[in-house]
């Protein structure tokens, strides 16, 4: 039956993605990628023939419909990012929104995310959390932060390398530098790592450079102790 599927891949070790998303990408007629260059060395590896078109922020508003039009006329499609689950900080929701509107069916594959794993190694409590994903790059971040103030529940952030340093800062003027946190790097890679700690300590470990800031990061932030 004509649907789209969202399926997930690797967030970094290739051999993260499972039997059934393989066999997805190889029988759908078409997939949607971030980006296909990317995208391209997935199918390489895994030999997925399947054409592979662009769909990511830039677009998406432009030709949601279309695909939505298409899946309603007969045809599957896959949607995918350049790593993880499509739709979690990354383009998807759009697509998915338009063809729930136009009666389309849509299925979303188990898989790689990346906060999962950051959050179960965190050492915080991880029995309930909320997830808030990418911070505002300048307008409304620290408003958004201070809404969390009080927030009991442990908190989780996705965050680049150019901005790791300036959210450590930010946290520590929100929440006081003795709250408890951890940043998860380059999950599922080779240099995967793991620092634990206050926000003091984990500022620390920035400066002295024991924490590399290059790679993928999550943050974990301990929720407010009651």
């Avoid at 004509?2 to 891949?9: C, D, E």
């Avoid at 997935?42 to 997925?48: C, N």
């Avoid at 949607?79 to 689950?85: E, F, K, P, V």
Wanted: one cysteine or more; a negative charge.
């Amino acid at each position: 039956m004509a649907k789209l599927i969202l399926v997930p891949t690797p967030i970094g070790n290739l051999g993260d993605i499972t039997i059934r998303a393989i066999e997805t990408l190889k029988e759908v007629d078409l997939v949607l990628a971030e980006d296909t260059r990317t995208s391209s060395k997935l199918f390489k590896h895994y030999d997925i023939s399947t054409h592979l078109q662009a769909h990511h922020m830039h677009n998406e508003h432009k030709t949601a419909e279309q695909y939505a039009d298409r899946i309603a006329n007969g045809e599957s499609i896959a949607l995918i990012s350049d790593a993880g689950t499509p739709s979690i900080s990354d383009p998807g929701f759009l697509l998915v929104r338009t063809c729930i509107e136009k009666g389309v069916d849509v299925e979303c594959l188990p898989g790689a995310t990346a906060f999962v794993p950051a959050l179960a190694i965190s050492g915080l409590p991880s029995d309930r959390f909320i997830f808030e994903g990418f911070l505002p790059h300048k307008k409304g971040r620290k408003k958004r932060l201070e809404a969390l103030v009080e927030e009991s529940r442990t908190i989780v952030f996705y965050e680049s390398p150019y901005r790791v340093r300036k959210s450590i800062d930010q946290f520590i003027e929100v929440f006081g530098e003795d709250r408890k946190a951890a940043v998860v790097r380059e999950i599922s890679k080779i240099y995967e790592t793991a620092n634990r700690g206050s926000l003091l300590e984990l500022k620390q470990q920035i400066e002295s450079k024991e924490l590399v800031e290059k790679g993928e990061f999550v943050i974990v932030v301990a929720g407010k102790e009651k």
